[in-house]
């Protein structure tokens, strides 16, 4: 194993994969470069069980980060690390219909995080307005969260707290230079993990911002823009 790059860092919905299950020959690459001893770190919005089950699927143990990087696992001290002050969100969860009666949360099971908030909204609009809608309201309450936009819904979190700030302290408890690292996604919360690492790619079907930002942009959508990466770097 030649590659400059110790670390494969993969956001999971619209990456590694997209309406179709993962791939056999995904995973078997994603396997070998791991059993080359790559690490390979799945960074994901969704919740902690979620991600260690893709986890399993794939064969990896390692760190993981989930719910926009308020949460941090440790397989190997089997440790749960929080970031970021709970109090606003937590009082936004408590007053959650007084204070935003529009909005629902979604039922699926994936949705339903230990720490963020993601919120639906009962008669959808343009997402940039339920943005605004949610953070003007938020403002006025003096509850200073984060808000990330997610397909058709937003994810609201502690303050300052982004992917990035996951992939940053995963990589000082590991001791990995951010040069060796090269990191994955297709969407606007993971515009923060560029900044975080080496070497950025945008898998094809990525949202045009990211695109203008990654320092490549894969061929292919999804499972295939990451076995062409593999390919290509590992």
Same mark, same amino acid.
């Given at each position: 194993?030649?590659? $400059?790059? $110790?670390?494969?860092?993969?956001?999971?919905?619209?990456?590694?994969?997209?309406?179709?299950?993962?791939?056999?020959?995904?995973?078997? &690459?994603?396997?070998?470069?791991?059993?080359?001893?790559?690490?390979?770190?799945?960074?994901?919005?969704?919740?902690?069980?979620?991600?260690?089950?893709?986890?399993?699927?794939? #064969?990896?143990?390692?760190?993981?980060?989930?719910?926009?990087?308020?949460?941090?696992?440790?397989?190997? $001290?089997?440790?749960?690390?929080?970031? #970021?002050?709970?109090?606003?969100?937590?009082?936004?969860?408590?007053?959650?219909? &007084?204070?935003?009666?529009?909005?629902?949360?979604?039922? *699926?099971?994936?949705?339903?995080?230990?720490?963020?908030?993601?919120?639906?909204?009962? *008669?959808?609009?343009?997402?940039?307005?339920?943005?605004?809608?949610?953070?003007?309201?938020?403002?006025?309450?003096?509850?200073?969260?984060?808000?990330?936009?997610?397909?058709?819904?937003?994810?609201?979190?502690?303050?300052?707290?982004?992917?990035?700030? #996951?992939?940053?302290?995963?990589?000082?408890?590991?001791?990995?230079?951010?040069?060796?690292?090269?990191?994955?996604?297709? &969407?606007?919360?993971?515009?923060?993990?560029? $900044?975080?690492?080496?070497? &950025?790619?945008?898998?094809?079907?990525?949202?045009?911002?990211?695109?203008?930002?990654?320092?490549?942009?894969?061929?292919?959508?999804?499972?295939?823009?990451?076995?062409?990466?593999?390919?290509?770097?590992?």
């Amino acid at each position: 194993m030649n590659s $400059k790059y $110790k670390v494969l860092v993969l956001d999971l919905d619209g990456t590694l994969f997209g309406k179709q299950p993962i791939r056999p020959e995904l995973i078997e &690459s994603i396997r070998e470069i791991y059993n080359k001893k790559i690490r390979i770190i799945l960074c994901s919005g969704r919740t902690l069980y979620y991600v260690l089950g893709i986890a399993k699927c794939l #064969g990896i143990e390692d760190f993981v980060i989930c719910e926009e990087g308020t949460l941090i696992y440790d397989p190997f $001290k089997k440790k749960k690390i929080i970031n #970021g002050d709970l109090k606003n969100i937590n009082k936004l969860r408590d007053n959650l219909e &007084s204070l935003l009666p529009m909005v629902k949360l979604p039922p *699926e099971a994936h949705h339903d995080k230990q720490i963020i908030l993601a919120l639906d909204r009962k *008669e959808r609009i343009d997402l940039d307005d339920f943005v605004e809608e949610v953070s003007d309201i938020l403002n006025k309450n003096k509850l200073e969260l984060n808000i990330t936009r997610s397909d058709e819904m937003i994810n609201v979190m502690p303050k300052n707290i982004d992917k990035g700030i #996951g992939i940053e302290k995963v990589l000082n408890m590991t001791g990995y230079n951010k040069e060796e690292v090269l990191a994955m996604g297709d &969407s606007y919360n993971d515009l923060p993990v560029f $900044k975080k690492v080496g070497f &950025s790619v945008a898998v094809a079907n990525a949202h045009i911002e990211l695109k203008k930002e990654a320092d490549y942009v894969c061929e292919f959508e999804n499972g295939k823009g990451v076995k062409e990466i593999i390919d290509k770097f590992f």
